[in-house]
């Protein structure tokens, strides 16, 4: 068996279940540019009690602005040997093939970060499904960007050049438009609108520490993010 078939056929076991729902976990999940990946540097700063969920990946460390990227501390990168051995023996949570990488979050890591507090990862709108079905306890926090003009000024200085902006630019809104319509159209997403980073901060940690219920903040949260969406929408 190739180990593309092997990712696609990869069941959770009831280890991997039961590490999810012994352990307190809050998913960040954001659209390219809200801020999702600041916030979960911000957090795991705080005395607070949170610890980064660290992924899995068979790809090699890349170069994030001029830094390399550290084995345990950005990812545990490791061979596709080890990747088919933690597969065959059911040690991860969930796995990913994409463009011939394997990513996936292991049951050890998830328990390790547990061990220390909020157990914090930044993942995709399908990765929190895939948690979802196992324990609805699972908190999902969807940051938004407070505007369509401030989130287009800062995706713009991710790229060198206008060039390089309006070449990403299709996909980056496609990416956006499915994922904030899929938030929008189930229950479970806490929206924080990412106006103010001190304050985003501070609310996803009293969100993730308190239990899993919803109020007026998060009802207005959610209809900024439906603006948002009809306004990117609107903008070919």
């Known amino acids: 068996m190739t180990t593309e078939q092997l990712v696609e056929e990869y069941h959770i076991t009831d280890e991997a279940r039961a590490a999810i729902e012994q352990t307190k976990i809050a998913l960040l999940v954001g659209i390219s540019g809200a801020g999702k990946d600041t916030i979960k540097k911000e957090l795991l700063q705080?005395?607070?009690?949170?610890?980064?969920?660290?992924s899995h990946t068979t790809r090699a460390p890349r170069q994030n602005a001029g830094v390399l990227e550290q084995d345990?501390?950005?990812?545990?990168?490791?061979?596709?040997?080890?990747?088919?051995?933690?597969?065959?023996?059911?040690?991860?949570i969930e796995a990913k093939y994409v463009h011939g990488t394997i990513y996936g979050t292991s049951v050890r890591e998830v328990r390790r970060a547990g061990e220390q507090g909020v157990a914090v990862t930044d993942i995709d709108v399908q990765g929190v499904v895939e948690y979802k079905e196992v324990s609805q306890a699972?908190?999902?926090?969807?940051?938004?960007?407070?505007?369509?003009?401030?989130?287009?000024?800062?995706?713009?200085?991710?790229?060198a050049s206008e060039e390089e902006f309006l070449d990403e630019w299709p996909k980056r809104r496609n990416s956006a438009i499915k994922e904030l319509t899929h938030a929008l159209e189930v229950p479970y997403y806490h929206f924080v609108i990412n106006d103010d980073l001190e304050r985003a901060v501070r609310v996803v940690d009293e969100i993730a520490h308190r239990p899993d219920s919803f109020n007026r903040h998060d009802d207005e949260a959610r209809l900024k993010a439906r603006d948002l969406l009809d306004a990117i929408k609107n903008h070919q």
């Open 46 to 54: 705080r005395e607070a009690g949170f610890c980064d969920i660290i």
């Open 138 to 159: 699972v908190i999902a926090v969807f940051v938004v960007p407070p505007s369509y003009e401030v989130w287009i000024g800062r995706l713009r200085q991710r790229y």
């Open 72 to 92: 345990g501390q950005d990812y545990h990168f490791i061979d596709e040997t080890e990747a088919r051995r933690m597969l065959e023996h059911g040690e991860f």
